[in-house]
């Protein structure tokens, strides 16, 4: 990710998130993911930060997700699915 001084809460930063396990989503290549852990921890020298992972894949859409539509400034691409109960929390460090 990025020195967690500079992670700010509604960032998006890819990353990523193997190895996973069962139904986490993973991959080979790096996943657009959103910061949810409030900015007071990114400011500690924990080095932690809780992300949400987007997707591009096509399932179902629910209540539980957000969508977000590409654009300069947050340097997506693709317009991906942030799944909101598939929160991770990744290291901000290295």
Not at 9 to 32: H, N, T
Request: net charge positive; aromatic share 8%.
């Amino acid at each position: 990710m990025a020195d967690s001084r500079d992670v700010l809460r509604g960032d998006i930063y890819r990353a990523y998130l193997d190895p996973v396990f069962g139904r986490e989503q993973g991959g080979f290549e790096p996943r657009p993911c959103v910061v949810l852990s409030i900015n007071d921890i990114h400011r500690k020298s924990w080095g932690l930060a809780t992300v949400v992972p987007g997707t591009t894949s096509r399932y179902p859409r629910g209540n539980n997700q957000v969508v977000v539509d590409p654009s300069r400034e947050n340097g997506l691409s693709k317009r991906p699915r942030f799944c909101v109960i598939r929160s991770e929390r990744l290291t901000t460090q290295g």
